[in-house]
């Protein structure tokens, strides 16, 4: 079993920041790519950003230039730091792993709870 646990949401003022943290657990070997998604009342879920195994970075073109994703190894942690937010980045924070065991077995798609991040004028 491997889980996923988000914190960092919170409420903050347009043009603030807010940094993310999502911490992967459980018998894992190795983790592929890493990434933030996230899913605003009423709108399906998107990707906003995701970073590989070797470091590189993909982000959402809505977020570029504003959020920065990054990974601790060691401790299968992701992070989002979000800059400059805005009232349309309110939404709930979703990250996901692939994730590998020590069999060499790939773990079907994990979620955790999300947390919710909160953008007010």
């Known amino acids: 079993q491997v889980q996923l646990v988000e914190s960092g949401g919170g409420l903050v003022q347009a043009g603030g920041s807010l940094r993310l943290s999502c911490v992967a657990s459980?018998?894992?070997?190795?983790?592929?790519?890493m990434g933030w998604y996230r899913q605003a009342p009423g709108k399906q879920r998107e990707l906003v950003a995701f970073?590989?195994?070797?470091?590189?970075?993909n982000y959402a073109h809505f977020v570029a230039g504003r959020f920065t994703i990054s990974r601790d190894t060691a401790k299968n942690t992701v992070y989002l730091q979000m800059n400059s937010l805005k009232l349309e980045d309110t939404a709930v924070y979703y990250c996901?792993?692939?994730?590998?065991?020590?069999?060499?077995?790939?773990?079907?798609?994990?979620w955790g709870q999300g947390t919710l991040v909160t953008v007010g004028s």
């Open positions: 996901n792993a692939d994730m590998v065991s020590y069999g060499s077995f790939r773990y079907p798609a994990v």
């Open positions: 459980g018998s894992i070997s190795s983790i592929n790519n």
């Open positions: 970073i590989t195994s070797g470091g590189s970075t």
